[in-house]
C-alpha cells in the first residue's frame, strides 16, 4: 500500500485541484481518502487499491460539492454580495516555474515558459470540464482504468463511461485548438 | 488525432504538471506526511491461521447472527474442555480400578488375619 500511495498522491492532489479549484480543500480531501482506504481496506489486494481509492476521492469530492451549495445558500441569504471565487487570478508563470537546474531538461527559458504555459491551459480547460466528462476523462486516461472500473468508480454504466469520455476528448480538442494549442 | 490518441498526449501532459517541482514542496511535505499518517492506521491483513475461517464464514454467513470468527474459537474451548473433562475422569477411574485390583490380588497383610471384626465376618460368609 506504502508503494501505491506514493505513486499516486501527486495525481491525486492535482486531480483534487481541478475538482474543487483550492490547494487547501485538495490536500484534505487526498489526506482523508489516504486515511480512509488505509483504515478500511488495508487488508485488501493490491490490484483493487487504484479503483478504492478512486471512489473515495470522488465521493469526497462530491461531499465538498454539497457542503458549498449549502454554504453558498446561506451566503445568498445573508449577503446580498457573494465573494468571488478568485480563480481568474493572474500570477507571473515565471515566479512559479522551475529553473532549468531543476528541471534537468537544458532548455532555454523561453521553451521552459511556453511548456508552462501550455501545460497551465491544458489543466484550466480540464478544470473547466463538466464534472462527469472530468471525472470519466481523468480516470480512464490519467490513472488509466479500463471501462469497468471507471463505471464502478462513477456509480454510472459503461455506457455512459464512454459518452463522457467521448465529450470530454471533443471539447478538450475543441478549446485547445481555439487557444492554440497543438498537441 | 483519434480518441485514444488525444487522451494520451493530456495524461503525457497532466503527468508533466504533477511532477514535484511542479507541485511544490509544501504540497510534497503535506503529502507525505498524509501518507505516513495513513499507513501508521493501517487496517492490518487477516492472521494466515484464520483466514480459512473467514471463508467458511463467508460461505456459510455464521449462525445465530454470529461469525465463524466469533463461534469457531467457542467451539474449539469447548471441545478442549470436554476432552480434558473425559481424559480426567478415565484417569480417575483408571486410578481407582488400579487399587481394587491390587486390593483383590495382593495378600492380606498378616494384621488382617488378627483383626476380630474381619473373622467375624469370615465366619459369616462361610456360614452362607
Same mark, same amino acid.
Given at each position: !500500500?506504502?508503494?501505491?500511495?506514493?505513486?499516486?498522491?501527486? %495525481?491525486?492532489?492535482?486531480?483534487?485541484?481541478?475538482?474543487?479549484? #483550492?490547494?487547501?480543500?485538495? $490536500?484534505?480531501?487526498?489526506?482523508?481518502?489516504?486515511?480512509?482506504?488505509?483504515?478500511?481496506?488495508?487488508?485488501?489486494? /493490491?490490484?483493487?487499491?487504484?479503483?478504492?481509492?478512486? %471512489?473515495? !476521492?470522488?465521493?469526497? /469530492?462530491?461531499?465538498?460539492? %454539497?457542503?458549498?451549495?449549502?454554504?453558498?445558500?446561506?451566503?445568498?441569504?445573508?449577503?446580498?454580495?457573494?465573494?468571488?471565487?478568485?480563480?481568474?487570478?493572474?500570477?507571473?508563470? $515565471?515566479?512559479?516555474?522551475?529553473?532549468?537546474?531543476?528541471?534537468? $531538461?537544458?532548455?532555454?527559458?523561453?521553451?521552459?515558459?511556453?511548456?508552462?504555459?501550455?501545460?497551465?491551459?491544458?489543466?484550466?480547460? /480540464?478544470? %473547466?470540464?463538466?464534472?462527469?466528462?472530468?471525472?470519466?476523462?481523468? $480516470?480512464?486516461?490519467?490513472?488509466?482504468? #479500463?471501462? +469497468?472500473? +471507471?463505471?464502478?468508480? !462513477?456509480?454510472?454504466?459503461?455506457?455512459?463511461?464512454?459518452?463522457?469520455?467521448?465529450?470530454?476528448?471533443?471539447?478538450?480538442?475543441?478549446?485547445?485548438?481555439?487557444?492554440?494549442?497543438?498537441? | 488525432?483519434?480518441?485514444?490518441?488525444?487522451?494520451?498526449?493530456?495524461?503525457?501532459?497532466?503527468?508533466?504538471?504533477?511532477?514535484?517541482?511542479?507541485?511544490?514542496?509544501?504540497?510534497? =511535505?503535506?503529502?507525505? &506526511? &498524509?501518507?505516513?499518517?495513513?499507513? =501508521?492506521?493501517?487496517?492490518? @491483513?487477516?492472521?494466515? &491461521?484464520?483466514?480459512?475461517?473467514?471463508?467458511?464464514?463467508?460461505?456459510?454467513?455464521?449462525?445465530?447472527?454470529?461469525?465463524?470468527?466469533?463461534?469457531?474459537?467457542?467451539?474449539?474451548?469447548?471441545?478442549?474442555?470436554? =476432552?480434558?473433562?473425559?481424559?480426567?475422569?478415565?484417569?480417575?477411574?483408571?486410578?481407582? @480400578?488400579?487399587?481394587?485390583?491390587?486390593?483383590?490380588?495382593?495378600?492380606?497383610?498378616?494384621? &488382617?488375619?488378627?483383626?476380630?471384626?474381619? @473373622?467375624?465376618?469370615?465366619?459369616?460368609?462361610?456360614?452362607?
Amino acid at each position: !500500500m506504502s508503494a501505491f500511495l506514493e505513486g499516486v498522491e501527486r %495525481r491525486a492532489y492535482k486531480q483534487a485541484v481541478f475538482a474543487v479549484r #483550492d490547494g487547501e480543500t485538495a $490536500l484534505d480531501i487526498v489526506q482523508d481518502a489516504m486515511l480512509r482506504l488505509a483504515e478500511r481496506y488495508g487488508d485488501r489486494p /493490491i490490484a483493487e487499491l487504484p479503483m478504492l481509492f478512486h %471512489r473515495i !476521492m470522488q465521493n469526497a /469530492i462530491r461531499d465538498y460539492y %454539497r457542503r458549498q451549495r449549502v454554504r453558498s445558500l446561506w451566503t445568498t441569504l445573508l449577503s446580498s454580495l457573494s465573494p468571488g471565487r478568485g480563480d481568474g487570478e493572474e500570477h507571473d508563470p $515565471l515566479e512559479t516555474m522551475a529553473s532549468a537546474e531543476d528541471s534537468g $531538461l537544458g532548455e532555454s527559458p523561453a521553451t521552459q515558459l511556453e511548456r508552462h504555459q501550455v501545460l497551465e491551459i491544458i489543466e484550466q480547460e /480540464i478544470t %473547466r470540464l463538466p464534472a462527469r466528462q472530468r471525472e470519466a476523462f481523468v $480516470l480512464r486516461y490519467w490513472e488509466e482504468l #479500463d471501462v +469497468t472500473e +471507471t463505471a464502478r468508480v !462513477m456509480g454510472c454504466s459503461e455506457g455512459s463511461v464512454k459518452t463522457h469520455c467521448s465529450r470530454a476528448t471533443h471539447a478538450l480538442a475543441a478549446t485547445l485548438k481555439a487557444r492554440g494549442i497543438t498537441l | 488525432m483519434n480518441e485514444q490518441q488525444l487522451g494520451n498526449k493530456i495524461r503525457q501532459a497532466l503527468s508533466e504538471g504533477a511532477r514535484g517541482e511542479r507541485v511544490g514542496a509544501q504540497v510534497l =511535505a503535506r503529502l507525505r &506526511a &498524509a501518507r505516513e499518517q495513513a499507513l =501508521a492506521h493501517k487496517k492490518s @491483513e487477516r492472521v494466515p &491461521a484464520m483466514a480459512w475461517a473467514g471463508d467458511i464464514a463467508g460461505r456459510f454467513g455464521g449462525l445465530g447472527g454470529l461469525s465463524f470468527r466469533v463461534l469457531l474459537p467457542i467451539v474449539v474451548l469447548i471441545i478442549g474442555l470436554a =476432552a480434558i473433562y473425559a481424559w480426567e475422569r478415565n484417569q480417575r477411574v483408571a486410578e481407582v @480400578e488400579e487399587i481394587d485390583a491390587q486390593l483383590l490380588t495382593d495378600d492380606l497383610p498378616i494384621d &488382617a488375619y488378627l483383626d476380630k471384626g474381619f @473373622e467375624a465376618w469370615l465366619k459369616k460368609r462361610g456360614s452362607r
